[in-house]
């Protein structure tokens, strides 16, 4: 009874902070109040006719999509290598490959812009990608990783004796095997990536913030509507029909609880 109560209260203080930002953004005001004067959807109207906020919200898809992509990409062969090669300094290579994500994004961030200073890439969108790709691959990795572990190297064996070649049978018979792992591993990428303010705020040039930062220099500097509240219900809403979708079709949680 304890511990169930534990667990109820643990819920609720991690969606109180989402709920409440409902009632604030249903609200008829044009400012932000608790409890809200009102009631009016014109908030939630708003966030798609404000063309900043959309601009921002575009790029920051973009910028998640293609740093979890890539990461994905660099991550698959990088397992392989790590949990199947003999090569020496293997344990090395995988705590250098994951040494990012425990590296202050702050250090990080101030490091990136000095060497895209001298590269020439500071303030563009590339650099943006690539520095979001640092702190993507880490955990991009590590996820591959746990799928490739778990491999049942037989049926590849099997695959060679019947006279399929390397590329078909890891298409055919790895691919599908890792084929969660990998979604997974773009899915916290994609979020991770999405959600990065630090990196963002430090690399991005003049007209091209993310939609995090776009939010956050309204709440900080000015410019603070109800649209604000409203956008970050929008997101959590999607943000959670998105991961109960994939766990109805391609059983994410059940990966994560180790019952692939």
């Known amino acids: 009874m304890i511990l169930r109560v534990f667990v109820y209260i643990v819920v609720a203080l991690m969606v109180a902070p989402i709920i409440v930002t409902l009632p604030v953004a249903l609200t008829s005001a044009g ?3 608790f409890p809200p004067q009102g009631l009016s959807l014109q908030w939630f109207i708003g966030i798609f006719q404000d063309q900043l906020l959309m601009a921002a ?12 992509g890539a990461a994905v990409v660099i991550s698959i ?7 199947r090669s003999r090569m020496p300094g293997r344990t090395a290579m995988e705590t250098l490959i994951t040494s990012p994500r425990t590296i202050p994004q702050i250090v990080l961030a101030l490091g990136l812009l000095i060497w895209f200073e001298t590269l020439g890439m500071a303030e563009t969108f590339f650099g943006l990608v690539l520095a979001h790709l640092v702190v993507s691959v880490p955990f991009a990795f590590r996820t591959v ?18 006279g399929a070649g390397p590329l078909q049978t890891f298409f055919r018979v790895t691919a599908p095997q890792i084929k969660t792992g990998v979604i997974a591993a773009f899915i916290f990428t994609f ?6 303010v630090t990196l963002a705020l430090f690399l991005s ?21 109800p649209v604000i509240p409203a956008a970050a219900f929008v997101l959590a809403v999607v943000g959670a029909v998105l991961f109960v979708v994939l766990d109805r079709t391609i059983g994410v949680f059940r990966y994560l ?4």
């Not at 919200?57 to 979890?68: D, E, G, I, N």
């Open 31 to 33: 400012i932000i109040r």
């Open 57 to 68: 919200a575009w790029r920051s898809f973009l910028l998640a999509t293609l740093a979890a």
């Open 77 to 83: 062969p990088c397992a392989f290598a790590i949990e």
């Open 145 to 162: 990783l746990v799928s490739v572990s778990g491999l049942d190297r037989r049926l590849e064996w099997s695959s060679a004796i019947l």
């Open 191 to 196: 979020i991770l990536s999405f959600n990065n």
């Open 205 to 225: 040039g003049i007209g091209e913030r993310t939609l995090p930062v776009e939010m956050f220099q309204r709440m900080y500097v000015g410019g603070m509507t």
């Open 257 to 260: 609880a180790g019952g692939e």
